[in-house]
Nanobody, 126 residues
């Protein structure tokens, strides 16, 4: 059974940094598209970043140059390093995964990912 557990959220002032982690278990980690999404109550879930096989990456325009997605295959863990955080980054952040590469092609869609973590809150104050 696929399980994803996020950690690392919290409260930070604008300009600060946080690193989110997503511990994955229950499947063969390598041939999966891994993603970070975020959601603000009342708004649509937004795909923030994706990674496939450690090298093929996507970033939403709103986070390019500030966020970095990475994975440690030995630890079956996905990361999102978030620097220069802005108040508009405030949201619940979710990691998600889907078998194969297709979900990592183009702008990620929540409906393409069958497995989700429980989410972790990130709050950025001005």
């Amino acid at each position: 059974q696929v399980q994803l557990v996020e950690s690392g959220g919290g409260s930070v002032q604008a300009g600060g940094s946080l690193r989110l982690s997503c511990a994955a278990s229950g499947y063969s980690y390598s041939n999966y598209c891994m993603a970070w999404f975020r959601q603000v109550p009342g708004k649509e879930r937004e795909g923030v970043a994706t990674i496939y096989f450690g090298s093929s990456k996507y970033y939403a325009d709103s986070v390019k140059g500030r966020f970095t997605i990475s994975q440690d295959n030995a630890k079956n863990t996905l990361y999102l390093q978030m620097n220069n955080l802005k108040p508009e980054d405030t949201a619940i952040y979710y990691c998600a995964t889907s078998s194969g590469r297709s979900s990592c092609l183009g702008v990620p869609k929540g409906s393409s990912f069958p497995y989700w973590g429980q989410g972790t809150q990130v709050t950025v104050s001005s």
